[in-house]
């Protein structure tokens, strides 16, 4: 039962455009999202995160939006640099009993095109 | 201040053999886990500790022990290797929950096991 979904498994842009990456999830005690990052033979960086009190949290170039009635997560870079083709994950955590875990999604490999 | 280790990097072992992968942290982190990397899969946990002395079950616990003797390290160990236990594992460590955290986990290089 995979409660935080990845459904796309790689996804291709052009460098200078918007990357879209998308996450959804099915347990509605999930409070607070995290996306992290991974680039081959090292291991995961934490990126950008948002508690489900928000909507939007925006670091620098990279934006993630909630959507908690859709039970939707989207992470958005702009511009799209060489630098970010990397595997993304994004991850879940529940509000109280169990909250010490992260819930994690299967990834979405992202490749910027020069 | 290296952050989080994992000793070793490689390891092919001959599936009944045994071996224990090393995850060290120097940041004073109360929690630590395992996770494994599989094709398809994403990051799946397979063993925590949220202090020195006390581990849980995770997701994907079977066929895997740990400790946590020491507050800095957390030792994984494979009793008796399979070839579904091919994979990258990966440990991590963060803070307890507080106020205002970000709830970042801080994670290794990572360990590939290829079991034959």
């Known amino acids: 039962d995979q409660q935080v979904k990845q459904n796309s498994p790689s996804l291709s842009v052009q460098e200078g455009r918007i990357s879209i990456l998308n996450c959804d999830y099915t347990?509605?005690?999930?409070?607070?999202f995290l996306w992290y990052k991974k680039y081959p033979a090292e291991g995961p960086t934490f990126l950008i995160s948002?508690?489900?009190?928000?909507d939007k949290n925006e670091d620098g170039r990279f934006t993630v939006f909630l959507n908690k009635s859709a039970k939707h997560l989207s992470l958005h870079i702009v511009p799209s640099q060489p630098g970010d083709s990397a595997v993304y994950f994004c991850?879940?955590?529940?509000?109280?009993?169990?909250?010490?875990?992260?819930?994690f999604g299967t990834g979405t490999r992202l490749t910027i095109i020069p | 201040n290296a952050g989080v280790t994992q000793t070793p990097k490689f390891r092919v072992l001959k599936t009944g053999q045994s071996m224990t992968l090393l995850c060290a942290q120097d940041?004073?982190?109360?929690?630590m886990y395992w996770y494994r990397q599989d094709p398809g899969m994403g990051l799946r946990l397979i063993h925590y500790?949220?202090?020195?002395?006390?581990?849980a079950k995770g997701e994907v616990p079977d066929g895997y022990n740990v400790s946590r003797l020491k507050k800095q390290n957390f030792l994984l160990g494979l009793e008796s290797a399979a070839p579904s236990q091919t994979s990258v594992y990966f440990c991590?460590?963060?803070?307890?929950?507080?106020?205002?955290?970000?709830?970042?986990?801080?994670f290794g290089p990572g360990t590939r096991l290829t079991v034959l």
């Open positions: 500790s949220v202090g020195e002395g006390t581990t």
């Open positions: 948002i508690s489900s009190i928000k």
């Open positions: 347990n509605s005690m999930f409070d607070y």
């Open positions: 940041m004073n982190h109360e929690y």
């Open positions: 991590a460590s963060r803070i307890p929950l507080q106020a205002g955290s970000t709830d970042t986990q801080y």
């Open positions: 991850a879940a955590r529940l509000s109280n009993f169990g909250n010490e875990k992260l819930t």
